[in-house]
C-alpha cells in the first residue's frame, strides 16, 4: 500500500531537517520537500540535496523572490506596515506565499496533508495554518513541533546529531534566524534575556554603525504610483534595487531593531531585526506621500497603518480585510510618483529632499520672504470659526 504524500516547508534549518526525519520515521509519511526561494540569499541545489540525504522521497525549488516583491513587499511598503512602530514584517510576509506555495505542489502531487516546522508558540504556525485553512481547507496540517517530545533545540539538536542529520547550528551558537529580501529575523540563545545587549555576532547583514563610514552618503530613489523603480538615477529591476539598497544599508548599519514585541499567541518575545533597504524605502516612500497627498488622505492613510500591519503579522493575509485595505491604498499611490533623496549615516537614515511633478507644496503660500501669495488677514475669521465649538 502506497504511503500517504505531505508536502513540507523545507528551510534547511534545524527544525525542518529534523522534521524530514521524523515524518518518515516516525509517523510514516513519504516527504516531498518544498523549498520556495524568497531572497534568502543561499544556494537552494545543495539544501535540495541535503533533504534527499535526510530521506526526502521529492524535492522542489521554487523561485518566487518576483512575486514576493511584487504582491507582498511593495502592498506592505505602500501601506507603511509595521508591527508595533518597529517590525517590517520580512517573515510574516513571506509565510502566505510560502503556504500557497505548498498548496500548489500538495494539489499536483495529490498529497493528503502540508507541513511546516513553525514552533508550537510561534506566529508562524499561525500564518501557515490560516492560509491552508483559507485556500485548502481539505488538506492536513502537521506540524512537528507540536507535536514531538523535543521540547527545546538542544534536544533537537541532539536528536539531528545521533541520527547523522546535518544542522546549521551548534549548542554554543543556538540562534534561530530566518531572513529573506526584506529583512533578517534572529531569535534564541542569549537573545533570550531582554536586558542583555545583542552580540554582535549575532546580527546576520549589518555593519556595527561603530564602525561604518563616517562621511554620509546620498542617493536618489525615484518612485512611480509608489513603486520604487530607480536609484541614483538608474533604472533596476525590483530585485535588485532591494539587494543594492540592502548592501548599502547594510555598510552603515541601517535597519537595526532590537524589539520585545507582543505575539499573536499571547507572550511577549525578544526578537531583533535587520531590515535596510526596508527601513530605508519606507521612509522615503513617506516623505514622497507627505509631498504629493492631500492633508486629510495622508493622515487618514496613516491611521490605517498598524491595522494593515496587524493583519500581516496575525496571518489575516488572505481575508476580503486585507484585499479591501490593498484596494484602498492602491488608490491612494496614484500620485505617488517622484525622486526622494535619501543621506545615509551611521545607524539610520534621513530624508534630505524630494520632489514630484504631482507636488501639493507650493512655496508662493509656505514662504516667509519675498513672493509671499498667502491672505493673512483671512486667518482670523478661519480661526475663529475652528475655535467657535470651544469657546465658553
Not at 523545507?10 to 525542518?16: E, I
Request: glycine share 8%; aromatic share 10%; net charge positive.
Amino acid at each position: 500500500m502506497a504511503r500517504e504524500k505531505v508536502i513540507l516547508a523545507y528551510s534547511g534549518g534545524l527544525d525542518t531537517s529534523v522534521a524530514i526525519h521524523w515524518l518518515k520515521e516516525e509517523k510514516g509519511f513519504d516527504v516531498i520537500a518544498v523549498l520556495v526561494d524568497v531572497g534568502q540569499g543561499r544556494e537552494l541545489k545543495p539544501l535540495a540535496a541535503k533533504a534527499g540525504k535526510i530521506g526526502a522521497a521529492k524535492t522542489y525549488c521554487i523561485d518566487a523572490k518576483r512575486e514576493f516583491v511584487e504582491e507582498y513587499l511593495w502592498p506592505a511598503l505602500q501601506a507603511h506596515a509595521v508591527y508595533e512602530g518597529k517590525y517590517l514584517l520580512a517573515t510574516a510576509l513571506s509565510r502566505p506565499l510560502i503556504a500557497k506555495k505548498l498548496i500548489e505542489i500538495a494539489r499536483k502531487e495529490k498529497a493528503a496533508a502540508v507541513a511546516h516546522g513553525c514552533t508550537g508558540k510561534g506566529n508562524d504556525q499561525v500564518r501557515f495554518d490560516m492560509a491552508v485553512l483559507t485556500l485548502a481547507p481539505n488538506l492536513k496540517i502537521i506540524a512537528p513541533l507540536r507535536e514531538w517530545d523535543l521540547t527545546t533545540r538542544e534536544q533537537e539538536i541532539e536528536y539531528a546529531q545521533v541520527r547523522g542529520i546535518p544542522v546549521p547550528v551548534k549548542k554554543k551558537n543556538p540562534y534561530s534566524i530566518d531572513e529573506n529580501l526584506w529583512g533578517v529575523s534572529i531569535e534564541c540563545g542569549v537573545l533570550e534575556d531582554p536586558d542583555m545587549a545583542p552580540p554582535e555576532d549575532a546580527y546576520q547583514w549589518t555593519q556595527n554603525p561603530l564602525k561604518a563610514p563616517r562621511k554620509a552618503m546620498d542617493i536618489e530613489i525615484a518612485f512611480q504610483r509608489g513603486i520604487p523603480y530607480g536609484l541614483n538615477g538608474t533604472k533596476m529591476e525590483p530585485i535588485r534595487l532591494i539587494q543594492r539598497l540592502n548592501e548599502l544599508g547594510s555598510q552603515y548599519g541601517i535597519g537595526r531593531v532590537d524589539s520585545i514585541e507582543n505575539r499573536l499567541v499571547g507572550i511577549k518575545s525578544r526578537e531583533i531585526y535587520e531590515a535596510p533597504a526596508g527601513t530605508i524605502l519606507l521612509q522615503a516612500h513617506r516623505e514622497l506621500e507627505a509631498l504629493t497627498l492631500d492633508r486629510e488622505l495622508f493622515q487618514f492613510k496613516e491611521s490605517l497603518a498598524p491595522k494593515y500591519a496587524q493583519i500581516v503579522y496575525n496571518g489575516q493575509w488572505f481575508t476580503p480585510l486585507r484585499e479591501a485595505l490593498d484596494g484602498f491604498v492602491e488608490k491612494t499611490q496614484y500620485r505617488v510618483s517622484g525622486v526622494v533623496r535619501m543621506r545615509l549615516y551611521p545607524g539610520f537614515a534621513t530624508c534630505v529632499g524630494r520632489s514630484s511633478h504631482y507636488s501639493r507644496y507650493q512655496k508662493s503660500l509656505a514662504t516667509y520672504e519675498k513672493g509671499d501669495q498667502f491672505d493673512r488677514r483671512i486667518a482670523e475669521g478661519f480661526i475663529k470659526v475652528w475655535g467657535m465649538p470651544y469657546k465658553n
